[in-house]
């Protein structure tokens, strides 16, 4: 055969084989989330949106993976020679973004910063600390007032700064050793990030991550259908089928952390949004009349959410929960008849403050509340706003959500339901003023008890007398739901974090 038989041959055969298109793997991505974030600063505040999209630029020294796994973070290993003693050693490799090497001097300025500075809530975290110190350039001491078998998840949320910063400047600057930095921030709107190429551990996937910001279902929907995102959390039960119809999404489910609870002023004889006087809500017959009347089984089939009935202020899966607890019974003439009790069988009327992502939840409980007498006029805000009103205690009534999202009742118990104590910083998020001495001397013995099985024990019969008392009243506990491009992988938190880190190209 010739060589131009040959060569003809070779060219029929290279021009007739099908050409494999190369598939471009993505390097970014865009998600829809539906809380907003209201400063910068990691210390400032301890609500789901600060630590979700912070902790994408801040590291803590302990961390958790998405398995909520302890692990070790900023340290890579600690010591507890006593009870009352924890040795961290910190990695030699790690730098802020601005380039600055950390040392044992930021984690002491960190910790320091939140025992002294008042208003920062990240200090609940740390109100067992009695003296951190550096004992050397990359080895720190914190020293505990008690026995604490918990700290390690205490310290998952407290997030490491550099030393000497302000608190003006963190409020809208970045510079953590995390594994992004922070490209953009329009309050209310977006948060834009890129992959920190100095990072000190294993580097993300992804180039480049945009969060939209305060995305309800609908616009969450909308995002991607049109691929302005390609991950979003929607947790509508109506959108599944269009997610469905999409194709080309996988759809994720996980039981969150996070109660939604009923709560209110139980403090003062005068309370701002009611007609009612005195407070109506510091006689524990109203607070029961209340709690019998809400249909929690009617209110979780008709929530536009995935959700499950709570019976207790945490769901099954945190430390600390009591299953002896039996499940609210609804009973409306008994609410009446608890009302009547009260000295008001007409019922009476109040304003309820909603936040904006819980508006539905709060239309319902408002219809089952006129049924007995409790006339609700509903008041629903941004997160922003609704948590200025707790602040300056300007409420009467509210609905709202929590999380003990280091895996352990003390998470809810020490903040927000032991009686308010600068000094010890307990109650820094004691908004509504409930105070009970056998509460406040439970949460603290249960901090220093070493034995798993003593704990667990003190933590469920806080648990029991809390629903006996009713400073708030549990409903529900959700179920998050995420649309995810195929073209990616992830594995959905019990603490709601969305962190682009975690993503993974496929």
């Known amino acids: 055969m010739n060589k131009r038989v040959v060569s003809a041959i070779l060219l029929f055969f290279?021009?007739?084989?099908?050409?494999?298109?190369?598939?471009?793997?993505?390097?970014?991505?865009?998600?829809?989330?539906?809380?907003?974030?209201?400063?910068?600063?990691?210390?400032?505040?301890?609500?789901?949106?600060?630590?979700?999209?912070?902790?994408?630029?801040?590291?803590?020294?302990?961390?958790?993976?998405?398995?909520m796994r302890f692990r070790p973070g900023l340290a890579d290993r600690w010591e507890n020679p006593d009870v009352y003693?924890?040795?961290f050693h910190l990695r030699p490799s790690v730098r802020f973004h601005s380039g600055k090497q950390m040392t044992s001097a930021d984690v002491v300025y960190s910790y320091k910063r939140l025992l002294e500075t008042p208003g920062l809530e990240i200090t609940t975290y740390l109100i067992d600390v009695s003296e951190v110190h550096a004992t050397g350039p990359h080895t720190v001491s914190v020293r505990t007032k008690s026995p604490l078998p918990i700290f390690l998840n205490k310290l998952s949320n407290v997030a490491i700064i550099p030393?000497?910063?302000?608190?003006?400047?963190?409020?809208?600057?970045?510079?953590?050793?995390?594994?992004?930095?922070?490209?953009?921030?329009?309050?209310?709107?977006?948060?834009?990030?890129?992959?920190?190429?100095?990072?000190?551990?294993?580097?993300?996937?992804?180039?480049?991550?945009?969060?939209?910001?305060?995305?309800?279902?609908?616009?969450?929907?909308?995002?991607?259908?049109?691929?302005?995102?390609?991950?979003?959390?929607?947790?509508?039960?109506?959108?599944?089928?269009?997610?469905?119809?999409?194709?080309n999404f996988q759809i994720l489910h996980q039981d969150n952390y996070f109660l939604k609870y009923l709560s209110y002023d139980v403090s003062r004889d005068v309370t701002p949004y009611c007609t009612h006087r005195p407070n109506?809500?510091?006689?524990?017959?109203?607070?029961?009349?209340?709690?019998?009347?809400?249909?929690r089984q009617k209110l979780v089939a008709d929530l536009p959410t995935y959700a499950v009935i709570a019976d207790q202020p945490v769901p099954p899966f945190?430390?600390?929960?009591?299953?002896?607890?039996?499940?609210?019974?609804?009973?409306?003439?008994?609410?009446?008849?608890?009302?009547?009790?009260?000295?008001?069988?007409?019922?009476?009327?109040?304003?309820?403050?909603?936040?904006?992502?819980l508006q539905e939840t709060?239309?319902?409980?408002?219809?089952?509340?006129?049924?007995?007498?409790?006339?609700?006029?509903?008041?629903?805000?941004?997160?922003?706003?609704?948590?200025?009103?707790?602040?300056?205690k300007e409420f009467t009534f509210f609905l709202t959500r929590v999380g003990?999202?280091?895996?352990?009742?003390?998470?809810?118990?020490?903040?927000?339901?032991?009686?308010?104590?600068?000094?010890?910083?307990?109650?820094?998020?004691?908004?509504i003023g409930y105070s009970n001495p056998e509460v406040d001397r439970a949460i603290e013995t249960s901090a220093s008890l070493l034995k798993v099985e003593d704990r667990r024990a003190v933590l469920q019969q806080i648990m029991t007398i809390l629903m006996k008392d009713l400073p708030w009243i549990p409903l529900y506990i959700d179920?998050?739901?995420?649309?995810?491009?195929?073209?990616?992988?992830?594995?959905?938190?019990?603490?709601?974090?969305?962190?682009?880190?975690?993503?993974?190209v496929r």
């Open 14 to 67: 290279l021009f007739s084989c099908k050409q494999t298109p190369v598939v471009q793997k993505p390097d970014s991505i865009q998600i829809s989330v539906p809380y907003e974030l209201d400063l910068l600063d990691p210390h400032a505040e301890t609500r789901l949106s600060s630590f979700a999209l912070l902790f994408n630029f801040y590291e803590p020294l302990v961390t958790t993976d998405a398995g």
């Open 85 to 87: 003693t924890w040795i």
């Open 163 to 247: 030393d000497g910063s302000a608190s003006a400047v963190l409020a809208n600057q970045v510079n953590g050793t995390g594994p992004y930095k922070l490209e953009e921030w329009k309050k209310g709107d977006l948060l834009r990030m890129s992959r920190n190429e100095d990072y000190w551990n294993v580097k993300p996937d992804l180039k480049s991550a945009t969060y939209y910001l305060n995305r309800g279902p609908e616009q969450a929907l909308q995002d991607l259908t049109s691929n302005r995102s390609q991950f979003a959390q929607y947790d509508f039960k109506k959108f599944e089928p269009a997610v469905q119809g999409l194709g």
């Open 280 to 295: 109506p809500f510091k006689n524990p017959l109203v607070r029961k009349a209340i709690h019998k009347a809400l249909d």
């Open 318 to 357: 945190v430390f600390g929960f009591n299953p002896d607890i039996p499940p609210a019974a609804y009973d409306p003439s008994g609410a009446r008849s608890l009302l009547e009790r009260a000295g008001l069988p007409q019922g009476f009327e109040v304003t309820m403050h909603v936040r904006q992502i």
């Open 362 to 392: 709060g239309r319902m409980i408002q219809e089952q509340l006129q049924k007995i007498g409790v006339r609700v006029t509903l008041k629903v805000l941004q997160d922003g706003e609704f948590f200025k009103v707790l602040d300056k």
């Open 404 to 431: 003990a999202t280091v895996g352990d009742a003390s998470d809810v118990l020490e903040p927000q339901l032991h009686t308010i104590d600068s000094s010890h910083r307990y109650g820094v998020r004691n908004y």
């Open 479 to 504: 179920q998050d739901v995420y649309a995810l491009s195929t073209a990616f992988s992830w594995q959905p938190r019990h603490d709601s974090y969305v962190l682009a880190s975690e993503v993974r």
